[in-house]
């Protein structure tokens, strides 16, 4: 089992840019599929980056692609969410989640942890 603790969430100005983590505990990090998926107000979950085991292979929804970018240290336990030139669709609850599965996992329903998420919200 792993536990996931998001942070680095807050108030951002439109065209800035925010980084967030997502610390592991428990079972070997490095075991696991990464995603970060996020849920606006009246909105379904939806998935942003995934990052294989390694980190070798990642994964951008289009809502992302090209401002954001995914990575891990798996010295640290941690994987990352660089968000650059947010823009103020992107305000959300943003949620780190691991899969024990090997390949990138881009669906939620194959990750079995989840963390409390984090908040960000993007001024215009």
């Known amino acids: 089992q792993v536990q996931l603790v998001e942070s680095g969430g807050g108030l951002v100005q439109a065209g800035g840019s925010l980084i967030l983590s997502c610390a592991a505990s428990?079972?070997?990090?490095?075991?696991?599929?990464m995603g970060w998926f996020r849920q606006a107000p009246g909105k379904e979950r939806e998935s942003i980056a995934a990052?294989?085991?390694?980190?070798?292979?990642?994964y951008y929804a289009d809502s992302g692609k090209g401002r954001f970018t995914i990575s891990r240290d798996n010295a640290k336990n941690t994987v990352y969410l660089q968000m650059n030139s947010p823009k103020p669709e992107d305000t959300a609850v943003y949620y780190c989640?691991?899969?024990?599965?090997?390949?990138?996992?881009?669906?939620?329903?194959?990750?079995?942890?989840w963390g409390k998420g984090t908040q960000v919200t993007v001024s215009s």
């Open positions: 990052i294989s085991r390694s980190g070798g292979g990642t």
């Open positions: 428990g079972r070997a990090f490095s075991s696991y599929a």
């Open positions: 989640a691991a899969s024990p599965r090997q390949r990138l996992v881009l669906s939620a329903y194959e990750y079995n942890y």
